[in-house]
């Protein structure tokens, strides 16, 4: 257990939906990264961030976004759905922004699109 | 460029054999980490092993090693005495402590599969 904990676990909407993701990251940690990983893409990074801050972009479409509130926690919204947006998503967590450590990843939210 | 370089989207090992899973990497940082993770058919990312870029040392945790060659710009994954549950997808990945956003840049990742 990484003590990141992603609800919900699976989801199942259609096109055109819209549906939040949530993670809440371990106990201390600062940071939350987001990631998607779809079966033609891999593992790409969406967003970052720091203590309620966004630090950094990855390719992040425009009907998503995302953020961190005052606890901590944070939430992914993805609009407008399309097929394609189909994918496991991961959130992961470290203590700071910065450093060569380890990222502590959550069981991943699996989105559905029909 | 690909930061993270895996050639081999799948690969096949017997039982009890040791195994390598190749990653190359590409970075001016000096300072960086380099990580692998097993992701098994239930989904979840398993951290696995972790060797910083100023270790003089090769990583090694249970059965797992990183042949770290550091002017070759490699960090191989090696499996000892592979077994059934080893059979997963494995990803290497790369965290630059000079990048913007620090984030983990991951590889396209590797099938192993284990026979009996």
């Known amino acids: 257990d990484s003590g990141v904990t992603q609800t919900p676990k699976h989801l199942i909407t259609a096109t055109g939906q819209r549906v939040t993701l949530r993670c809440s990251p371990r106990?201390?940690?600062?940071?939350v990264y987001w990631y998607q990983q779809s079966l033609d893409q891999g593992l790409q990074f969406l967003i970052q961030?720091?203590?309620?801050?966004?630090?950094a972009k990855g390719n992040i479409l425009e009907r998503f976004s995302a953020q961190q509130f005052p606890d901590l926690h944070s939430e992914l919204n993805l609009s407008s759905l399309e097929l394609g947006d189909s994918a496991l998503y991961f959130c992961?967590?470290?203590?700071?922004?910065?450093?060569?450590?380890?990222?502590?990843f959550g069981e991943g939210s699996r989105l559905t699109v029909l | 460029a690909q930061k993270i370089t895996q050639t081999q989207p799948g690969m096949f090992v017997q039982e009890k054999e040791a195994v390598t899973l190749d990653c190359t990497y590409d970075?001016?940082?000096?300072?960086?980490?380099l990580f692998w993770y097993k992701q098994p058919s239930s989904g979840e990312m398993i951290f696995l092993i972790y060797?910083?870029?100023?270790?003089?040392q090769n990583a090694t945790e249970g059965r797992y090693s990183l042949n770290f060659q550091k002017a070759r710009k490699s960090a191989n994954l090696v499996i000892s005495a592979s077994q059934l549950g080893d059979s997963a997808m494995y990803f290497c990945?790369?965290?630059?402590?000079?990048?913007?956003?620090?984030?983990?840049?991951f590889g396209g990742g590797t099938r192993l599969m284990v026979k009996p």
């Open positions: 990945a790369m965290r630059e402590v000079n990048n913007a956003g620090n984030m983990l840049t």
């Open positions: 060797q910083g870029s100023y270790d003089q």
């Open positions: 970075t001016s940082d000096p300072s960086y980490g």
């Open positions: 961030y720091y203590n309620g801050e966004e630090r």
């Open positions: 106990s201390g940690d600062l940071s």
């Open positions: 992961a967590s470290s203590p700071q922004a910065g450093g060569t450590g380890e990222l502590f």
